[in-house]
């Protein structure tokens, strides 16, 4: 009875923040748009009896997935935000694996400030960070004028409104969620299995490759997904750092919903976002799972 | 412990601020009022007022379609607003509780009625051209002293953005005033709702699209102002809003504003009630406090937009009243023009377009 209890507990938690929001798009996503307010048809009367609910159904179709078939846009605005989401997940990942290797190697009184100053951004709100990096990037910026100022370049550097300067902005947001489950992974390194390998003639170079990269996979694994996976939908730092040629999904939802005041595509597009990230989360879950049991 | 406390009391204070009947929440655009109207407002009337803004009427939009925003007053644009009746999300203003609506210009009424006939769901706040925004040191001496800075060559003619690139140039993120622009460029209806005159306006942004660093609705006030980029085509007042910033910060950026001779989109910005207005008396009291010539006076020469109140023109300032880009002429009114809402088939068509011309895809 207790075991059931405490696995119902998250079942529930599952059901009430991710089930019975994802019924609701898709829902949305099988209607017709109307003018009117909430701007789609057909919408649920419980009032009408059995009648009503069967009518309610039979209205329901998939017609928006069939549109979204039928322009090469959102195919290409869905490979565009992988391509964008995996190029800032190894961006992150090789800046921030150093920093967790250095946080590790660091004398222990020192750890908890180190910790501190990577959670410390956390305790500005997200948008003020961001709206930053464009007083950071911009044609006047501060990056422009100290390199000016220094004579490394002439003319100003266009970053802002590119794809760099997105990249900047992901990498920048996510990297805690990089360096901490690497940072846990490595403080449980046994140091005296690096030693054993110097012991047995392997150089520090290769001991770290077949040491201590494999005993940190899991952290890097962790890692990798708690940044891709949001990078995937970013909506807020392509729009305010990206150009207009960034074509990213979020960008396109946010057109669909907002543009056209077409929600029920709209909502096409998310569950198909959605169906895209399910596969990550899953093998992220098993992953997880093979950790849990190898540690008992 | 404490994070309990407070997330109790923040919804204690939630359900209180409920049973509060004098509070009224308003909607506007963003750097659209003197802030010292929302003070004098509120010591006048003794109401709490809530002042939050936007910068698109697609945001506006899809916060009345979705119903119960909780807003007492929005200001939607004219096309905007007509489909928004249309779909029933406005409630008819009580007149009898708007003395301060004798104030009101028929000229513009006039206009605003082809939006909301008889005007019974609307008052204009605001109204004003869509054109171009330059910094007059920056163009000239890219383009030389006879720079077309008052014609859509300017912003459409590659040869001409070829050049303005390197100082940046911005579009605004509006394809209901962009698009019929490039139309009128063409020499076609601007308020053409035939997708294939529509798809004309491509031919215009495309060639000109890899010299625009950024199509945004409001970003451009500051950008300008602080000489980031030079030109912008944008809403009258928010470009005099940057030449007044760009003046008194003394940076030594001039700014002018042009509508273009060819021909400038004409706006009009209504105040409205949402049919679901938490307290739509207090609604009207809000509305009949901006109706007072007075204080129309003083949001006008804030914010540099003319406004539809007659009894206020006699207290505006002559640098408002008198600025042609403000209160245009008989001659420059005649050459404006006015558009009409796209229904859900030309708007996705338009909507397209639009991603296509922004992202080249």
């Known amino acids: 009875m207790r075991r059931f209890t405490l696995i119902a ?28 307010i909430p701007p789609y048809t057909p919408t649920l009367d419980f009032s009408g009896g059995w009648s009503a609910i069967k ?117 920048y947001t996510y990297l805690p969620f990089m360096i901490l489950p690497i940072y846990a992974a490595l403080e449980k390194l046994d140091i005296s299995l690096l030693e054993a390998a110097e012991d047995l003639g392997c150089s520090r170079l290769s001991a770290f490759w077949l040491v201590t990269i494999p005993l940190s996979k899991g952290g890097i694994i962790a890692g990798s997904f708690l940044v891709f996976i949001p990078a995937l939908g970013e909506f807020v730092i392509p729009s305010l750092l990206g150009g207009s040629g960034t074509l990213m999904i979020g960008k396109i939802l946010w057109e669909e919903f907002f543009s056209n005041r077409d929600w029920p595509v709209a909502s096409a597009v998310a569950v198909i976002l959605l169906l895209i990230l399910i596969i990550p989360i899953i093998l992220f879950q098993r992953n997880e799972q093979k950790a849990r049991e190898a540690d008992q | 412990m404490k994070f309990r406390f407070l997330t109790m009391t923040a919804s204690l204070a939630l359900f209180a601020g409920a049973a509060v009947a004098e509070e009224v929440r308003v909607y506007n655009w963003s750097d659209y009022i003197d802030e010292a109207l929302l003070a004098k407002f509120e010591a006048e009337t003794g109401i709490k007022l809530i002042y939050d803004v936007f910068d698109s009427n697609e945001v506006l939009e899809t916060k009345m379609l979705a119903g119960s925003s909780g807003y007492d007053v929005v200001v939607p644009t004219g096309t905007f607003l007509q489909r928004q009746i249309t779909a029933g999300a406005f409630q008819k203003l009580d007149m009898s509780k708007l003395p301060n609506h004798a104030n009101m210009w028929d000229v513009v009424e006039k206009r605003t009625a082809q939006y909301d006939p008889g005007n019974e769901y609307s008052i204009n706040y605001m109204w004003g051209t869509t054109g171009i925004g330059v910094n007059v040191g920056k163009v000239t001496e890219l383009l030389g002293e006879d720079a077309p800075i008052n014609s859509l060559a300017l912003v459409f003619d590659p040869a001409n953005m070829e050049k303005l690139a390197s100082c940046g140039v911005h579009f605004l993120d509006a394809p209901s005033e962009m698009i019929p622009a490039a139309l009128k460029y063409l020499g076609e209806d601007p308020d053409s709702h035939d997708p294939d005159v529509i798809a004309k306006a491509e031919g215009v942004f495309m060639p000109v699209r890899p010299y625009i660093q950024k199509f945004h609705s409001s970003e451009y006030i500051n950008a300008l102002a602080n000489g ?133 895809t």
């Open chain 1, 9 to 36: 507990v998250p079942y529930l938690w599952l059901l009430a923040l991710f089930l019975v929001p994802f019924l609701i798009v898709l829902k949305i996503s099988l209607s017709d748009t109307a003018l009117a």
């Open chain 1, 55 to 171: 009518d309610f159904f039979s209205k329901l179709d998939f017609e928006n997935f069939i549109f979204l078939t039928e322009d090469d846009l959102y195919w290409k605005a869905y490979l565009s935000s992988l391509q964008i989401a995996g190029i800032s997940t190894l961006l992150t990942l090789l800046v921030g694996y150093p920093i967790a290797y250095g946080m590790v190697q660091a004398p222990d009184e020192w750890r908890p400030t180190l910790m501190m100053l990577v959670i410390l951004p956390f305790w500005t709100s997200f948008l003020i960070r961001v709206y930053s990096w464009m007083g950071i990037l911009s044609n006047e910026g501060f990056l422009n004028q100290f390199l000016l100022w220094t004579g490394l370049i002439s003319e100003p550097l266009i970053i802002l409104n590119t794809k760099i300067a997105v990249y900047i902005g992901i990498v």
């Open chain 2, 228 to 360: 980031d980029i030079c030109v912008a085509v944008g809403w009258s007042g928010d470009i005099l809003q940057a030449r007044d910033r760009a003046a008194e910060a003394d940076n030594g950026v001039e700014i002018a504003y042009n509508a273009p001779v060819e021909g400038a989109q004409m706006w009009f910005d209504q105040m409205a009630i949402p049919v679901d207005a938490p307290n739509p008396d207090a609604a009207h009291v809000f509305l009949n406090f901006i109706m007072d010539a007075q204080n129309m006076a003083d949001a006008s020469n804030y914010v540099y937009y003319a406004n539809g109140n007659k009894a206020s023109q006699a207290l505006l300032e002559e640098d408002v009243i008198g600025d042609p880009a403000i209160y245009p002429d008989e001659a420059t009114l005649d050459n404006l023009f006015t558009t009409t809402p796209y229904d859900s088939k030309v708007q996705r068509v338009v909507t397209r377009l639009w991603t296509k011309i922004k992202s080249g």
